[in-house]
């Protein structure tokens, strides 16, 4: 049998230069920490709340500039919140008000956080027909030290094991047949279209284990 050279395909993805896969590399690496790190904290709250994977989709910034935060909502007795992650490891976090100092850098985790409240609270208002109020919660995952010298404003600030006990003490807001609701809401991908590039997951799948309910 005659052997031919086998022909690139129509259509066949070019090839990356090296800058360009290391690159790749570092953002896949990047993905795969806040997949981590989104199972971590969320593994912390009970079943009564409502895990729903994080519906704004996140561009990976360039290396040396703020990190995106990875995050999901969370629904439950205390309301919704839109619980942002920030990954510090062994670093050490100082927290005054508004500022978060991470190894001399001081980036804006709380602002965003505040934004990415917003945008849900936004969304999920327009699709019920009705203005609901959507809780910033910054939770921290690493083992290094946290000073606290004043918290922000409107923005929940705690650690990844405390989650569960902070959102716990929020009382109870909504009934578990209205967090029900809204849960199926923030679940549907029509209430996220600018969220294009986000993969949705069908009822019955957690944060960690890709089911979207503990409830």
Same mark, same amino acid.
């Given at each position: 049998?005659?052997? =031919?050279?086998? @022909?690139?395909?129509?259509?066949?993805?070019?090839?990356?230069?090296?800058?360009?896969?290391?690159?790749?590399?570092?953002?896949?690496?990047?993905?795969? @920490?806040?997949?981590?790190?989104?199972?971590?904290?969320?593994?912390?709250? &009970?079943?009564?709340?409502?895990?729903?994977?994080?519906?704004?989709?996140?561009?990976?910034?360039?290396?040396?500039?703020?990190?995106? %935060?990875?995050?999901?909502?969370?629904?439950?007795?205390?309301?919704?919140?839109?619980? &942002?992650?920030?990954?510090?490891?062994? #670093?050490?976090? %100082?927290?005054?008000?508004?500022?978060?100092?991470?190894?001399?850098?001081? !980036?804006? =985790?709380?602002?965003?956080?505040?934004? $990415?409240?917003? @945008?849900?609270?936004?969304? %999920? #208002?327009?699709?019920?027909?009705? $203005?609901?109020?959507?809780? !910033?919660?910054?939770?921290?995952?690493?083992?290094?030290?946290?000073?606290?010298?004043? +918290?922000?404003?409107?923005?929940?600030?705690?650690? =990844?094991?405390?989650?569960?006990?902070? +959102?716990?003490?929020?009382?109870?807001? %909504?009934?578990?047949?209205?967090? $029900?609701?809204?849960? +199926?809401?923030?679940? &549907?991908?029509?209430?996220?279209?600018?969220?294009?590039?986000?993969?949705?997951? !069908?009822?019955?799948?957690?944060?960690?284990?890709? $089911?979207?309910?503990?409830?």
């Amino acid at each position: 049998m005659t052997a =031919y050279p086998i @022909r690139p395909q129509f259509g066949d993805p070019p090839k990356l230069q090296p800058t360009q896969w290391v690159r790749r590399m570092r953002e896949e690496q990047t993905l795969k @920490r806040m997949a981590a790190a989104e199972d971590t904290t969320a593994g912390r709250l &009970s079943r009564e709340w409502h895990v729903i994977e994080w519906p704004n989709a996140r561009p990976i910034v360039a290396e040396g500039k703020t990190k995106p %935060l990875a995050g999901f909502l969370a629904i439950g007795p205390g309301g919704i919140f839109s619980v &942002s992650i920030a990954q510090h490891g062994r #670093s050490r976090v %100082l927290v005054a008000g508004d500022v978060v100092q991470i190894n001399g850098r001081r !980036p804006s =985790y709380v602002s965003q956080a505040r934004r $990415d409240a917003k @945008r849900v609270q936004k969304a %999920l #208002s327009t699709a019920i027909g009705q $203005d609901i109020k959507v809780f !910033p919660v910054l939770a921290f995952v690493g083992n290094g030290p946290i000073s606290v010298n004043g +918290l922000p404003k409107d923005c929940v600030v705690t650690t =990844y094991r405390e989650l569960n006990k902070v +959102l716990a003490a929020t009382g109870r807001r %909504l009934s578990p047949e209205t967090a $029900d609701k809204l849960s +199926l809401v923030a679940r &549907s991908p029509n209430t996220w279209p600018d969220a294009k590039q986000y993969q949705w997951y !069908p009822e019955g799948a957690t944060a960690g284990d890709k $089911d979207t309910t503990r409830g």
